[in-house]
């Protein structure tokens, strides 16, 4: 079974450049997730995806980030313009569905390798 | 909101040692608990998790967690270090009413010495 793919791996931008990042979920994963990792840091949140809407949004910094799954499989998360801070590992990561009335949850989620960014 | 502390950034142990790894979660109502590993350069695997079934979970690799309601903590330990553990590895805590959203510690550093 095919994993979470994530492209580019690595990416260096000077600040105020704007950089965009793609995921592919594992097939037949409904649920997808973008995170920010720095340096030294876990993984915090920044969008959740169910199919194609969003189920949390919370922490993005919406100023400068976005984050889109048009067709519900694929996602792409562009920062625009990027600050020196952005500098992190970003991973993307896919579950089956969630059951949002209730709040059942507890399900696995399959980590992408990320993408390695610096900000110049 | 939820919030999880890993104490020891860095844990240092010798192969054959015990490994014990600390998380503590903040949450009244038990989440669902999950220990992830990731290997430099990698994503995260998950090596074990607690969704309310027996309180001592077993995962991959030697590794087992034990769920202490009255301690709030999810300690991860192994028997017997091996040289392959070195990794980072991250507490990761999901309230059961937050729609599978995970909140994560701040990592651990296992080194293995030889």
């Known amino acids: 079974e095919a994993g979470v793919a994530q492209s580019p791996r690595y990416k260096i931008i000077e600040k105020r450049q704007s950089v965009a990042f793609w995921c592919n979920p594992i097939?037949?994963?409904?649920?997808l997730y973008w995170y920010q990792q720095i340096l030294g840091q876990g993984p915090k949140l920044l969008i959740q995806f169910q199919n194609n809407g969003v189920v949390d949004d919370s922490q993005l910094p919406k100023d400068r980030f976005s984050a889109e799954r048009l067709k519900g499989v694929d996602s792409t998360l562009k920062i625009q313009p990027a600050k020196l801070e952005d500098s992190a590992v970003y991973l993307c990561?896919?579950?089956?569905?969630?059951?949002?009335?209730?709040?059942?949850?507890?399900?696995?989620?399959?980590f992408g390798p990320g993408t390695r960014l610096t900000v110049l | 909101a939820q919030s999880v502390t890993q104490l020891g950034s860095h844990v240092s142990v010798s192969e054959g040692a015990l490994v014990l790894l600390r998380c503590n979660y903040s949450s009244s109502v038990p989440p669902y608990l999950f220990w992830y590993v990731q290997y430099p350069n990698q994503g995260l695997q998950l090596l074990l998790k607690y969704t309310s079934a027996a309180t001592l979970v077993k995962g991959i690799n030697g590794f087992e967690a034990e769920f202490k309601k009255s301690e709030t903590s999810f300690h991860l330990t192994k028997p017997s270090a091996h040289m392959s553990d070195a990794a980072e590895y991250f507490c990761?805590?999901?309230?059961?009413?937050?729609?599978?959203?995970?909140?994560f510690g701040g990592g651990t550093r296992l080194m293995v010495k030889p």
């Open positions: 097939s037949g994963h409904a649920t």
């Open positions: 990561a896919s579950s089956f569905r969630i059951e949002l009335a209730g709040g059942l949850g507890g399900n696995e989620q399959f």
């Open positions: 990761a805590v999901s309230d059961r009413d937050a729609g599978n959203m995970l909140t």
